[in-house]
């Protein structure tokens, strides 16, 4: 069982932003800027570990999905762009990191990463799932 799927199954805690019955997004623990969300789908076993072993229909949903959390994201920062990147490389489990862009430099995985306090990564948590929410279509 991967990393991702635990935090999915709520074993390990995780700052949430977005959910559905078959995606889930949270913020990076360790971010390259305030707001940089990874999105991971919620995989039966055995998980998939590279974006491209998706079904079509299981990678236009997780892509359909990131792209509702992108637009809570530049609500919520005001950064220019969102940019997207699929590495994979660290944790064996399909995930997207969208990460808020004011410039290309801040796509930069060889950049140091940020150390934030729980009380903020909380608040930058929320602030995105508000910004979902507001977007998100009425019923």
């Known amino acids: 069982m991967t990393l991702f799927t635990r935090i999915i199954k709520g074993e390990i805690p ?4 977005a959910e559905d019955d078959k995606h889930y997004a949270f913020l990076d623990i360790n971010p390259l800027v305030k707001g940089h969300t990874l999105v991971i789908p919620k995989l039966a076993e055995p998980e998939a570990d590279y974006i491209f072993d ?6 236009q949903g997780l892509i359909t999905f990131a792209k509702k959390v ?6 919520a920062t005001g950064c220019k762009r969102v940019g997207v990147a699929v590495l994979g490389m660290e944790v064996n489990h399909v995930h997207i990191h969208l ?5 290309e430099k801040d796509m930069l995985f060889t950049n140091p990463k940020l150390s934030l306090p729980a ?3 909380a608040i930058i948590a929320n602030s995105i799932a508000e910004a979902i929410e ?6």
């Open 119 to 121: 009380e903020e990564m």
């Open 99 to 103: 990460v808020p862009m004011n410039s």
């Open 14 to 17: 995780s700052y949430k932003v």
């Open 134 to 139: 507001k977007d998100r279509p009425k019923a």
């Open 70 to 75: 992108a637009v809570g994201i530049k609500a």
């Open 54 to 59: 998706l079904t079509d229909e299981q990678l």
